[in-house]
């Protein structure tokens, strides 16, 4: 089977990197948008409109499904990607809200919900998660940590003072979406500043939707990895080697 992933640049990789460790498919295709990167301080239609560009991209190869890794992507285009395209399209919202229905069975958990602007102003973790019953949800953007990864910047006092400057008011926090292609390289110290508070990472969360709701269930040995970008192709595939080093 043949995915398509696609993301706004080089975060989309985290979502590759569980795909490759789960063996979910014979071939990946990822394609960034590195040129016009961040969608998450976009407006709706401009992303909804860089994702329909980006389908037609991948019409050129005959993918069987086409993966939103990017948070921001995933809240606002899903839609309109999926009524237009000729095979199944999946984003990271709905998988995220599942993971949490599986592993926090307590529906009065504190919840934090962490993405872009985009991603938290579209409220969908959200009413997910309310549709799940689940009562106590705060729902924070948290953009800073973005450039923080790109700047490889994953502890230290600038990560957090950032940590400190967005979480300072939360206390008793039970789970984290980490609802951004970035996030989950700070995972462990993000959980750990909530005291190991249980963590939600799209790229898991996404391997489990895709077999309990498109039987991808067979493994694939030795995934067979293309990387595309709209600017710096090259940047991309040293990002690339670097997260996802010995899995290539
Ligand atoms: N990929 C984006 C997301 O997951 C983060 C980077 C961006 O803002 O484009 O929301």
């Known amino acids: ?17 569980s795909l490759l ?17 961040p969608y998450g301080t976009k407006d709706k239609n401009t992303i909804i ?8 991209y991948f019409e050129n190869y005959d993918i069987d499904i086409l993966i939103i890794a990017c948070n921001s992507a995933s809240a606002y285009a899903l839609q309109a990607l999926k009524d237009v395209a000729k095979i199944p399209v999946v984003g990271v ?16 958990s504190n919840i ?15 009413i997910g998660l309310k549709n799940e019953n689940f009562k106590n949800i705060t729902s924070i953007a948290t953009p800073l940590f973005v450039p923080l990864v790109e700047e490889n910047i ?20 039970d789970a984290i979406i980490l609802g951004c292609t970035h996030f989950p390289l700070l995972e462990d110290k993000i959980s750990l500043f909530f005291n190991k508070a ?3 990472h799209s790229g898991d969360a996404i391997v489990n939707f895709l077999r309990s709701s498109y039987n991808c269930t067979k493994k ?20 690339a080697k670097k997260w996802l080093n010995r899995l290539l």
């Open 220 to 239: 694939y040995e030795n995934t067979k990895i293309t990387f595309f970008a709209s600017s710096n192709p090259e940047g991309l595939k040293n990002v």
């Open 93 to 108: 919202i709905d998988s995220g809200v599942l993971a949490v229905k599986e592993k926090i069975k307590d529906k009065k």
């Open 154 to 173: 994953f502890d230290g006092k600038i990560l957090d003072s950032t940590m400190e400057h967005y979480f300072k008011n939360l206390k008793n926090i």
């Open 198 to 200: 249980v963590t939600i």
């Open 49 to 56: 409109r860089y994702c329909l560009e980006a389908l037609e």
């Open 1 to 17: 089977m043949k995915a398509g992933v696609f993301d706004s640049g080089v975060g989309g990789l985290t979502v590759v990197k």
């Open 21 to 37: 460790e789960n063996q979910t498919f014979e071939e990946i295709l990822y394609y960034g948008d590195t040129a016009r990167v």
């Open 112 to 126: 934090l919900v962490i993405g872009t602007k985009a991603t938290i102003n579209s409220n969908l973790y959200e």
